[in-house]
Nanobody, 123 residues
Framework: QVQLVESGGGLVQAGGSLRLSCAAS????????MGWFRQAPEKEREFVAA????????KYADSVKGRFTISRDNVKNTMYLQRDSLKPEDAAIYYC????????????????WGQGTQVTVSS
């Protein structure tokens, strides 16, 4: 199994930028499609972005398209989420996830999860 650990969360002002990282251990990151999800208080966990095993394919939620960029470094066993032009509504706990195949956005499809990292956006 793969273990995932997120980092890079914190407090940022609206309009600012922040990069999240997700480090994998146990099994090579290259075996999995990777994704980011987020969950705000009293809301369901929602899809943010996903990237294919090789990194050539990406998918984004409409709410973050053009502002967030997902990437991966299979040599470093790490995935990233660069988030620019942050808005107060981007505040949430961000989770990284892994799946055997690329394409699904429903949380139930993703078999491996990190513990999450909190992101707060001040207006």
């Amino acid at each position: 199994q793969v273990q995932l650990v997120e980092s890079g969360g914190g407090l940022v002002q609206a309009g600012g930028s922040l990069r999240l990282s997700c480090a994998a251990s146990g099994r090579a990151l290259r075996r999995y499609a990777m994704g980011w999800f987020r969950q705000a208080p009293e809301k369901e966990r929602e899809f943010v972005a996903a990237i294919s095993l090789s990194g050539t394919g990406t998918k984004y939620a409409d709410s973050v398209k053009g502002r967030f960029t997902i990437s991966r470094d299979n040599v470093k066993n790490t995935m990233y989420l660069q988030r620019d032009s942050l808005k107060p509504e981007d505040a949430a706990i961000y989770y990284c996830a892994a799946a055997d195949y690329f394409g699904a956005t429903a949380p139930d499809y993703w078999g491996y999860w990190g513990q999450g990292t909190q992101v707060t956006v001040s207006s």
